[in-house]
């Protein structure tokens, strides 16, 4: 059992350096925000902001349900354990906001048109 709960540490490592990738985009793109609304030339046109904003917010809601997964393959490991399962049962709720938060976001981008700036998605998790 231990080779296995190290093995979705792992998973979960992986998945936290998508999460700084992801976080990087969101900085770029939160600048080239900035940028716009101060008139100055932006790095990316409205139609690649809205697409790079898109793509991020796909990636981090796939994240969302990998660490949901993880959360649930570690509550299984826990409870076959016979460990205390409240610390688990609170990481795959907040696993599962995660993921209903990311949908309401790509829902909001949808709304969007590439003719707007692509600033009413905070591109921030």
């Given at each position: ?68 997964y993880i959360n ?37 981008i949808s709304l ?14």
């Open positions: 059992m231990k080779k296995e709960e190290i093995k979705y540490i792992d998973y979960q490592i992986i998945t936290l350096v998508i999460g700084v990738v992801t976080s990087i985009i969101a900085i770029v793109i939160t600048y080239n925000q900035k940028l716009a609304k101060l008139g100055k030339k932006t790095i990316l046109n409205n139609k690649d902001t809205l697409s790079l904003t898109t793509i991020n917010r796909i990636v981090i809601l796939l994240s969302g349900f990998f660490f949901l649930y393959e570690l509550y299984k490991i826990a409870k076959a354990k016979k460990q205390d399962l409240k610390s688990y049962n609170l990481q795959i709720i907040a696993s599962i906001l995660v993921v209903i938060s990311e949908l309401i976001a790509l829902y909001v969007s048109s590439t003719e707007t700036n692509a600033d009413i998605e905070n591109p921030n998790i």
